[in-house]
C-alpha cells in the first residue's frame, strides 16, 4: 500500500508536469530541463486558476451558515483536466515519445565522449551525488523535526482545508468559519500540497516535512544543472559549479532569513519555493527567450510559469515584477533598443492575476461583513450553484 502511495505521489512530480510543460512548450521548446519546470509551474497555474473560481463561488453563496465541499468540487475538477491534458500530450506528441529513445541515446552517447575526454568528470560526478545524497538524506530524516515559525499555517491551513472540506475558509488559530484573510486567499500552495496528501493518502505533516522536501530538493538542484548549463559549457565546469553551490549551501544555515534555511530548512513552505526553485529558473528562462527573436507562442510558457510562480504566495505580487521588470530593462540594454514587450506583459500575467483577485477577494469580504452589498449589490443565494456543495 505504501509503494502504491508513493507511485501516485511521484506522478505528480513525473507525468503530471512532463505533460502540462510538453502541451504549453508545444511550439516553444528549448530543452528537457526547461519543459520539464514549465510544467510544473504551469500545472501549479492550472490549479491555482480552478482554486480561484471554485473559491469565489464558495465565498459568493455564504450568506448565513459557512458552505462545505468546495474543496471536493475542486479535486474533481482537477482530476478531470489533468485526465483531458495527458490524453491531449499522448496524441499530439505520440511521434515524438517514440524519438524519445532514440535522442536518450544521442545524449548518453554524448556523456560518454565527455568522459572518455577527461576521467575527472566521474571523479567530479560522484562527489556531488554523495553531497547531493547526503541532503537527501538529512531531508527525508531530520527535516520533520523542523518546524519553522510558519508551519502554524501552512501545515494547519491544509489540514484545515482538508478536514472541513472548504478552501481558505478556516481560522487556522482558533478554527471558526468562515473566516476570509486576503493574503491566505489568494495563494494555493497551501491547497495544493493538501490535494496531494488527499490523492497519495499521506498525512498533511508527512508531507510537508518527510516528502516534499526530498522531492523539492531534487527539483532545486535539476534547476541548478539548469543554470550551470546556460554558464558553462563543458561537463567538468557545471559538475564543479554544482560542487561548489552545494557545499555553499551546507554551510550557509546561519538564520531563518539565509537562502539555506529555505532550501535545507523548510523547502516546503511557499515562499521558499518562490525564492529558491521559481524565481532563479524564471530569471533565466526571461534571459534566454530575450536573447533570441521575440516570437508569439513563447508568451504562453512565460505567462503559465509567472501564474504558477505566483500561485505560491502572495509575496510573488511583490518580487515578480521587480525582477521580470529589471530583466527586460536590462535586456533592453543589450539590444539597445525597446525590446520584447510582449515578453514583459506575459511575465506579468501572474502578478496581475493574483492582484485582481485580491481586490475582488476584498471586496466580497467587506460586503460578507453586513447585508448592505456595498460592491456586490446583486450577490444572493443561487441554489444552482449549491447543488455543487454538501
Known amino acids: 500500500m505504501i509503494l502504491i502511495r508513493a507511485l501516485a505521489f511521484l506522478l505528480h512530480f513525473t507525468l503530471v508536469p512532463v505533460a ?5 512548450t508545444y511550439r516553444a521548446r528549448t530543452n528537457w530541463i526547461a519543459d520539464y519546470l514549465v510544467g510544473f509551474f504551469g500545472n501549479l497555474a492550472i490549479f491555482y486558476v480552478l482554486y480561484t473560481v471554485i473559491e469565489w463561488i464558495q465565498n459568493w453563496c455564504t450568506l448565513n451558515d459557512p458552505l462545505h465541499g468546495a474543496y471536493t468540487m475542486l479535486l474533481r475538477v482537477y482530476g478531470i483536466v489533468m485526465i483531458v ?13 517514440l524519438r524519445t ?4 541515446r544521442f545524449k548518453v552517447a554524448g556523456v560518454r565522449e565527455q568522459i572518455r575526454e577527461n576521467r575527472f568528470n566521474v571523479v567530479y560526478a560522484m562527489i556531488f551525488l554523495l553531497i547531493l545524497a547526503l541532503q537527501l538524506y538529512m531531508a527525508y530524516g531530520y527535516e520533520i523535526n523542523e518546524w519553522s515559525y510558519d508551519d502554524y499555517d501552512y501545515v494547519v491551513t491544509s489540514k484545515d482545508t482538508i478536514e472541513s472540506d472548504t478552501l481558505s475558509w478556516v481560522n487556522y488559530i482558533d478554527g471558526t468559519i468562515p473566516n476570509v484573510q486576503e493574503k491566505r486567499a489568494v495563494a494555493s500552495w497551501g491547497t495544493y500540497v493538501a490535494m496531494l496528501s488527499s ?11 518527510t516528502i516534499l522536501p526530498v522531492f523539492l530538493l531534487l527539483l532545486a538542484y535539476i534547476n541548478f544543472y539548469y543554470i550551470a548549463t546556460f554558464l558553462f559549457q563543458k561537463l567538468e565546469d557545471r559538475f564543479v559549479f554544482l560542487i561548489v553551490l552545494s557545499v555553499s549551501y551546507i554551510f550557509g544555515l546561519y538564520s531563518h532569513y539565509s537562502t539555506t534555511f529555505r532550501l535545507l530548512g523548510a523547502l516546503w513552505q511557499g515562499k521558499a519555493v518562490l525564492s529558491v ?17 521575440v516570437k508569439t507562442i513563447y508568451m504562453l510558457p512565460i505567462a503559465a510559469v509567472s501564474l504558477g510562480i505566483s500561485s505560491l504566495t502572495s509575496l510573488a505580487v511583490l ?3 521587480i525582477f521580470t521588470v529589471l530583466i527586460w530593462a536590462m535586456m533592453c540594454v543589450y539590444h539597445r533598443k525597446v525590446y520584447g514587450v510582449k515578453y514583459l506583459l506575459a511575465s506579468l500575467v501572474g502578478p496581475i492575476y493574483v ?5 475582488l477577494i476584498w471586496m466580497l469580504k467587506q460586503d460578507m ?11 444572493k443565494r443561487n441554489e444552482w450553484w449549491l447543488q455543487w456543495f454538501h
Open 20 to 24: 502540462v510543460g510538453r502541451l504549453i
Open 85 to 97: 491534458l495527458f490524453i491531449a500530450w499522448l496524441w499530439l506528441d505520440r511521434k515524438q515519445i
Open 101 to 104: 529513445y532514440m535522442k536518450m
Open 199 to 209: 490523492t497519495t493518502g499521506f498525512e498533511v505533516t508527512t508531507v510537508y516535512h
Open 277 to 293: 526553485i521559481a524565481v532563479p529558473f524564471f530569471m533565466l528562462y526571461l534571459i534566454r527567450a530575450y536573447k533570441k527573436e
Open 319 to 321: 518580487f515578480v515584477p
Open 355 to 359: 492582484s485582481i483577485f485580491y481586490v
Open 369 to 379: 461583513q453586513s447585508y448592505d452589498f456595498k460592491y456586490f449589490k446583486n450577490r
